[in-house]
């Protein structure tokens, strides 16, 4: 079991939430490729949308990835890859400015710049310190 953290806008994110699937990198296969069956997500939102100035800076929904395949979505021009994900219902975002002295993840200088890459895998530590500032029991 490994543990994730995509970067998404949150507008994005509670649209995948809805759909019950993770899509990443603006529905490229890469990322959700990476992911399995039994692996857990947890979105950060830097910003509430994607066209939006305005910071978030926050963790946006946790989810467990669902058995089945990626599979390829046909929304007329876009064609995004995606992949089934049970999330946890009532899991509050959580900023991430109080977690930062607390996470491996932001332990490193630059920390920020990892997060670029759009799918970061995290230390099961650091999933469940977010997990636990999201207001997820076990």
């Known amino acids: 079991?490994?543990?994730?953290?995509?970067?998404?806008?949150?507008?994005?994110?509670?649209?995948?939430?809805?759909l019950g699937i993770a899509q990443i990198g603006h529905g490229?296969?890469?990322?959700v490729a990476r992911?399995?069956?039994?692996?857990?997500?947890?979105?950060?939102?830097?910003?509430?949308?994607?066209?939006?100035?305005?910071?978030?800076?926050?963790?946006?929904a946790i989810?467990?990835?669902?058995?089945?395949?990626?599979?390829?979505?046909?929304?007329?021009?876009?064609?995004?890859?995606?992949?089934?994900?049970?999330?946890?219902e009532g899991a509050a975002d959580a900023p991430i400015g109080p977690l930062t002295q607390k996470l491996e993840l932001t332990s490193v200088p630059n920390w920020g710049y990892q997060l670029?890459?759009?799918l970061v895998e995290l230390t099961e530590r650091d999933f469940r310190t977010i997990r636990t500032a999201m207001g997820v029991r076990e």
Request: aromatic share 12%; proline share 4%; charged share 25%.
């Open 1 to 18: 079991m490994k543990y994730w953290l995509a970067i998404v806008s949150r507008d994005h994110v509670k649209r995948g939430v809805d």
């Open 28 to 31: 490229k296969r890469a990322g």
């Open 35 to 60: 992911m399995h069956a039994g692996d857990w997500l947890i979105y950060y939102s830097a910003r509430a949308s994607l066209t939006s100035k305005e910071p978030l800076q926050a963790f946006t």
């Open 63 to 88: 989810g467990q990835i669902s058995e089945g395949p990626v599979w390829q979505a046909d929304e007329g021009d876009f064609k995004p890859w995606r992949r089934s994900v049970t999330y946890v």
């Open 116 to 118: 670029r890459r759009g």
